[in-house]
């Protein structure tokens, strides 16, 4: 079992930073990939970025350049640093996980305001 804790959201203007954490526990040797998901109002969760046990990584279209994913191994922590954010970044942004199963945190809400 693998236990997901994130941090690091809240209420930000357009333009400004955040940083999001998450921490895992638990047996991570069957973790193939971390990644952070993003949920707004009314919409699918949709990937955000992604990092592989190769290091190699992921983004989605609407964040690349702006936001950038890493991990600290020795913490067990991924986080994810988001610059130039804008209004439509607003969502609850989740940490997965990707294994023999899906790991889930409980999700930590981001408001971008104008």
């Known amino acids: 079992q693998v236990q997901l804790v994130e941090s690091g959201g809240g209420l930000v203007q357009a333009g400004g930073s955040l940083r999001l954490s998450c921490t895992a526990s638990?047996?991570?040797?069957?973790?193939?990939?971390m990644g952070w998901y993003r949920q707004a109002p009314g919409k699918q969760r949709e990937l955000v970025a992604i990092?592989?046990?190769?290091?190699?990584?992921n983004y989605a279209d609407s964040v690349k350049g702006r936001f950038t994913i890493s991990r600290d191994n020795a913490k067990n922590t991924v986080y994810l640093q988001m610059n130039s954010l804008k209004p439509e970044d607003t969502a609850v942004y989740y940490c997965?996980?990707?294994?023999?199963?899906?790991?889930w945190g409980q999700g930590t809400q981001v408001t971008v305001s104008s």
């Open positions: 997965n996980a990707d294994g023999i199963k899906d790991y």
């Open positions: 638990g047996s991570m040797l069957s973790i193939n990939a």
């Open positions: 990092i592989f046990r190769s290091s190699r990584t």
